[in-house]
C-alpha cells in the first residue's frame, strides 16, 4: 500500500540503510550479551544440581529460536537518534538496556503462552507443552498439565527477574520509562484476559488494550528509554506520539496474522483469537456488522476457517488495512517538527514500515 510514509521513505536512502547498519551491529552485540549473561548463568547453576540450570536452558532455547527484536531495535535507535554514541565505549549500558527489554519481552511470550494455550513459539513447542509432555512421558507423579504450566511461570518470573538485573547496569536516565513500561504490560494483560472473558464488543476497550498491552510497550516506551538513557527526556513527547500510533499499528498486523497468517512464517499458534476468544479491534468490528461472527467464535463445531471467511465477508480486514495506513502516517508525522537528525527520523518512518508490514 502506498502511503505519504513510503513516498518519504524513498527518498534519502543511503544515509538511512548506514543508519540501519549501525542498529543492526549493535543489535548483534545484545545478542552476544544475552548468550554471554544466560551461559553464565547456567555455568553458576550447573555446579548446584542439574535441575537448576533448565529454566535457564529454557530461556537461552528461546533466545537462540530468534526473536524479531523490536523492542530492543527501537530502545537502540531512540539512543542513537537522542545523539548517544554508537562507538564501542560508549554503549554498553544502553546494550544491556536493550537486552533487558528483549528478557521482558521473553518474559510476556512464556506466560502469555499458558494463558493463550498456545501450543509454539518461535517456531518451537510453549515452554508449557514440552514440559507437560516431559511429564507425561516419564511418567512423573501429579498432573501433567499444572506441571508444565508450573515451569513455564517460573521461566518467565527469571525472565523477568534478570531482565532487571541486565537493566540495572543500564544508564539511569531510562528506568523511570522501564518501571511504567513493566508495570503497565502486566496491566495490559489482566485487561486482555477480563475482556476475552467478557467478550463484549467495544471497539473502543480493544484499542486501549492494544495501546496499553502492547502499542506502548513494543514502541513508545524502549524509544524512550533509549532516548532518556542519552540524556534526551526532552524528545519524550514526540516519541510518544509517533511510538503510540505505530505501536496500535503494530498490533493491529498481529491480529490480521493471527486470524490470515501463515503459522510456518510467524512461528506461533494461528487462530488463536478465534479460539481464546479475544477482542481484538479486528474482531470488534467484524462483530459490529455480523453479529453471527460471535457465535462461530463461542459456538462448539466451527472452524477456523468458517470464521476467516466471514471475517472477509464483512470487509473489515481491508478496513483494518487502511486503518494501519493511516497511524503509520501519523506517527511519522509526529516527528516532523522534533529536534532529530533527518538520518534517525528517516530510519524510524523506514521501521513504522517494517513493522506495520510485516509478515511474521
Not at 210 to 218: E, N, P, Q
Not at 306 to 329: K, M, N, W
Request: glycine residues 10%; hydrophobic residues 40%.
Amino acid at each position: 500500500m502506498t502511503t505519504a510514509v513510503t513516498r518519504r521513505a524513498a527518498t534519502g536512502q543511503e544515509p538511512a540503510a548506514s543508519a540501519r547498519q549501525t542498529v543492526e551491529d549493535l543489535l548483534q552485540r545484545v545478542e552476544h550479551r544475552l548468550q554471554s549473561f544466560l551461559a553464565a548463568e547456567r555455568g553458576r547453576y550447573a555446579e548446584v544440581h542439574s535441575h537448576a540450570v533448565v529454566a535457564i536452558d529454557a530461556l537461552s532455547d528461546l533466545v537462540t529460536a530468534g526473536g524479531k527484536l523490536i523492542r530492543p531495535a527501537y530502545c537502540l535507535t531512540g539512543y542513537l537518534a537522542a545523539g548517544g554514541t554508537p562507538g564501542a565505549a560508549g554503549t554498553p549500558g544502553i546494550v544491556d538496556a536493550a537486552a533487558a527489554l528483549e528478557l521482558l519481552h521473553i518474559s510476556a511470550l512464556v506466560h502469555d503462552d499458558v494463558l493463550d494455550d498456545s501450543r509454539t513459539r518461535r517456531g518451537r513447542p510453549a515452554v508449557h507443552l514440552l514440559h507437560s509432555t516431559l511429564h507425561r512421558t516419564r511418567g512423573w507423579q501429579g498432573e501433567s498439565r499444572r506441571f508444565g504450566e508450573g515451569v513455564a511461570l517460573l521461566v518467565g518470573d527469571l525472565a523477568l527477574v534478570y531482565s532487571d538485573e541486565l537493566m540495572s547496569h543500564a544508564p539511569s536516565g531510562g528506568l523511570a520509562e522501564w518501571h511504567h513500561l513493566r508495570s503497565e504490560v502486566m496491566i495490559g494483560q489482566y485487561m486482555d484476559v477480563a475482556a476475552a472473558a467478557e467478550f463484549t464488543t467495544d471497539p473502543g476497550l480493544s484499542r486501549l488494550i492494544a495501546l496499553i498491552k502492547s502499542g506502548r510497550y513494543t514502541i513508545h516506551r524502549p524509544l524512550v528509554v533509549g532516548a532518556s538513557a542519552a540524556g534526551r527526556a526532552d524528545l519524550a513527547p514526540a516519541l510518544a506520539a509517533y511510538g503510540e500510533a505505530v505501536g496500535e499499528a503494530f498490533q493491529l498486523r498481529d491480529d490480521l496474522l493471527d486470524a490470515f497468517g501463515d503459522c510456518a512464517q510467524t512461528g506461533k499458534t494461528a487462530g488463536l483469537d478465534f479460539s481464546q476468544h479475544k477482542m481484538t479491534l479486528l474482531l470488534g468490528w467484524a462483530m459490529q456488522r455480523d453479529a453471527r461472527i460471535r457465535d462461530l467464535i463461542t459456538e462448539p463445531g466451527h472452524t477456523p476457517e468458517e470464521i476467516r471467511r466471514r471475517l472477509l465477508d464483512t470487509g473489515v480486514p481491508q478496513d483494518v488495512e487502511r486503518h494501519i495506513a493511516g497511524l503509520v502516517d501519523q506517527g511519522c508525522a509526529a516527528l516532523a517538527d522534533a529536534p532529530l537528525d533527518p538520518v534517525w527520523r528517516g530510519e524510524l518512518t523506514n521501521m513504522a514500515l517494517r513493522v506495520a508490514y510485516r509478515n511474521k
